[in-house]
């Protein structure tokens, strides 16, 4: 059974940091693409961060680029994202989603999500 | 970047009744297009991907048209099940991905 684990949300201050991570099971990690999605309270899905199988190509929402950053452990079956620089508008659920290929986004697995609250 | 917009942003329908979400993308996008169905409190569902290719699990009631910049999430039955956010996403401007920004639907 596949499963996607996040952690790492939290309150936090503006300017602060914060690394989520997410925790994969049940599949071949390392043959897929990986990403993360956000929703603010009562909005809608936003794509925030992808990264393919081996790491070769990364991408940024144009709202995180420069803050963020994506990465994968294929050994420890974990997707983390490094959040520096948040904003009161970062505040959000951060999902994991695994795509169904290694490369692209078609998200067919989706964690439960972690929320993060950047507030003072 | 290429923009996804639904229509209609909210819809009331019953039990029974045969309901169409469209989704237009700004340029182009062949038919990578994805549906996904969310209710509250839960993460995404894959229903559709590459426009029209169902996810396994879910039920023939639901169906995908289109290409180009033109597509339809169909629901032919509607289930007490089925009363969600559904919300279409692009998947051929990598690695941009965009998504809709969704269509309740509720019970009329």
């Known amino acids: 059974e596949v499963q996607l684990v996040e952690s790492g949300g939290g309150l936090v201050q503006p300017g602060r940091s914060l690394r989520l991570s997410c925790a994969a099971s049940?599949?071949?990690?390392?043959?897929?693409?990986m990403h993360w999605v956000r929703q603010a309270p009562g909005k809608g899905l936003e794509w925030v961060s992808g990264?393919?199988?081996?790491?070769?190509?990364?991408g940024y929402a144009d709202s995180v680029k420069g803050r963020f950053t994506i990465s994968r452990d294929n050994a420890k079956n974990s997707l983390y994202l490094q959040m520096n620089s948040l904003r009161a508008e970062d505040t959000a659920f951060y999902y994991c989603?695994?795509?169904?290929?290694?490369?692209?986004?078609?998200?067919?697995?989706w964690g439960q999500g972690t929320l993060v609250t950047v507030s003072s | 970047d290429i923009q996804m917009t639904q229509s209609p942003s909210s819809l009331s329908a019953s039990v029974g009744d045969r309901v169409t979400i469209t989704c237009r993308a700004s340029?182009?996008?062949?038919?990578?297009l994805n549906w996904y169905q969310q209710k509250p409190g839960k993460a995404p569902k894959l229903l559709i991907y590459?426009?029209?290719s169902l996810q396994s699990g879910v039920p023939s009631r639901f169906s995908g048209s289109g290409s180009g910049t033109d597509f339809t999430l169909t629901i032919s039955s509607l289930q007490p099940e089925d009363f969600a956010t559904y919300y279409c996403?692009?998947?051929?401007?990598?690695?941009?991905?965009?998504f809709g920004q969704g269509t309740k639907l509720e019970i009329k």
């Open positions: 340029q182009s996008i062949s038919s990578h």
């Open positions: 989603a695994k795509g169904i290929a290694p490369e692209g986004f078609v998200g067919d697995y």
């Open positions: 590459a426009a029209s």
């Open positions: 049940g599949f071949n990690f390392d043959d897929y693409a």
């Open positions: 996403q692009q998947s051929y401007s990598a690695p941009m991905y965009t």
């Open positions: 990264i393919v199988w081996n790491s070769g190509s990364l």
